[in-house]
């Protein structure tokens, strides 16, 4: 396996459950994460339920009550949407991305995966991975090495991807007593999700802003505080607020990457989360790909087929549903950012669709958080 993140670290512990022998290649020096949040929804619930982590998901998440839509400027409520009425045995959560992390690691090792920090994989070719000098051979390698893999880079070329003219901040405020709530202030050209983390003890925001300049693409660039607190100056309700308890702000680029044509290859190599499909944050959903990646490759693997064909058969499966939300994400953006009169057409409908049929808003939703890749499994704890 290349890569300890959620993808690698999942697929290795449902593997490693089922028998085989894992390893794990990560190129830091230990697992960690970027301070951040995830919003884990159902259909990545699920398979965290099915591994067996339902205790350490329900302790180390929040389960979320409702998102809420609102105008940015005035702050006012545009819509909202009750995550208590979907349907029974669905559960939504924000989670810091470190507590990800740390339980699939440790579920990880108590199957039996071994976990090789400071193993940085610089080529893969068939069955064999080149770290600096050395080789290693394995029967499967599986690029779980996320938005510049080596693993898609060798089944796939390089793609360029291409620069959405939007930028994201993201920082952690301290927060008292927060609802566990999602809200989206939407702006002319911007937008701020932000949701508690931790039982309410910080606060996550994801700032958007659509703009020319090119910013790279990656997780770990600085940016001033006064920069995001001056591009979301003229919002109101909560948002003031929060933009004062900035200290620490990371911005990156938002990218548009085409989902990988070829996953597999010959039945030794293949890849899978961000480094076969990267997406836009747009419907937070990269995180809940890669366990819905791994819970199903797994399985694929584990059905007595060859693995040829075994993989042949997970990536047609798996590549229209990846497809359709990687889009769906694509489109949100376009959604939160509205200006001019179709703004408040926009607002209008969404206030009239939530008085008047709020179930309905929800059920749309359906196919995606509705949608169980564990069904019929064995032992879901
Ligand atoms: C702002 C933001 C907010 C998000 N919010 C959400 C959300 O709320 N919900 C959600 O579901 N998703 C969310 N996502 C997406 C989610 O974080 C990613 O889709 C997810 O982390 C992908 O997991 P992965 O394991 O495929 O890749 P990664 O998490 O990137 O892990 C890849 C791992 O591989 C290692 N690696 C890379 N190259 C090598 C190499 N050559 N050798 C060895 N190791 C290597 C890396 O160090 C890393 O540990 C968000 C993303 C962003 C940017």
């Not at 982590?53 to 302790?59: E, F, I």
């Not at 993201?170 to 039982?199: D, F, K, N, Q």
């Not at 020319?212 to 997780?219: A, Q, V, Y």
């Amino acid at each position: 396996m290349i890569g300890g993140g959620i993808a690698g670290l999942a697929v290795a512990t449902i593997l490693a459950q089922r028998g085989a022998r894992v390893e794990v290649l990560e190129q830091a020096a230990q697992i960690a994460e970027v301070g951040a949040g995830l919003q884990i929804s159902p259909n990545g619930a699920v398979v965290l339920r099915a591994m067996g982590l339902g205790d350490r998901l329900r302790g180390a998440g929040m389960r979320a009550g409702a998102v809420e839509l609102c105008d940015g400027p005035s702050g006012a409520r545009v819509t909202r949407l009750d995550l208590g009425a979907l349907r029974a045995g669905q559960a939504y959560y924000f989670m810091h991305r470190a507590d990800l992390i740390d339980l699939l690691a440790d579920a990880a090792r108590a199957a039996g995966a071994v976990i090789s920090t400071g193993q940085t994989v610089t080529g893969v070719e068939g069955g064999e991975v080149r770290i600096g000098a050395a080789t290693r051979r394995a029967d499967l390698v599986i690029g779980a090495d996320g938005l510049r893999s080596t693993a898609r880079a060798a089944l796939n070329g390089r793609a360029v991807p291409f620069f959405t003219h939007q930028v994201a901040w993201r920082a952690l405020i301290p927060e008292a007593g927060a609802r566990p709530e999602v809200t989206v202030h939407m702006g002319p050209g911007r937008h701020l999700v932000s949701y508690p983390l931790r039982g309410g003890g910080l606060r996550n925001l994801v700032a958007v802003e659509e703009r020319h300049r090119w910013t790279e693409e990656g997780w770990h660039h600085r940016d001033l505080p006064d920069n995001l607190r001056a591009a979301f100056a003229g919002f109101g309700g909560p948002v003031p607020g929060w933009l004062d308890r900035l200290s620490e702000v990371h911005l990156w680029g938002l990218f548009r990457h085409p989902v990988a044509p070829v996953w597999h290859e010959g039945g030794h190599l293949a890849i899978l989360g961000d480094a076969a499909h990267p997406t836009l944050p747009f419907l937070a959903q990269g995180a809940n790909m890669a366990l819905e990646d791994a819970w199903t490759l797994a399985l694929a693997l584990d059905g007595g087929e060859a693995p040829d064909a075994a993989l042949a058969r997970w990536q047609a499966a798996r590549q229209p549903r990846v497809r359709r939300i990687v889009e769906a994400a694509n489109r949100n953006a376009r959604a939160y950012h509205l200006r001019g009169p179709m703004r408040g057409l926009a607002h209008l409908g969404l206030r009239l669709g939530g008085a008047l049929a709020p179930g309905l808003a929800l059920s749309r939703f359906d196919w995606l958080y509705g949608h169980d890749v564990t069904a019929g499994a064995k032992g879901a704890a």
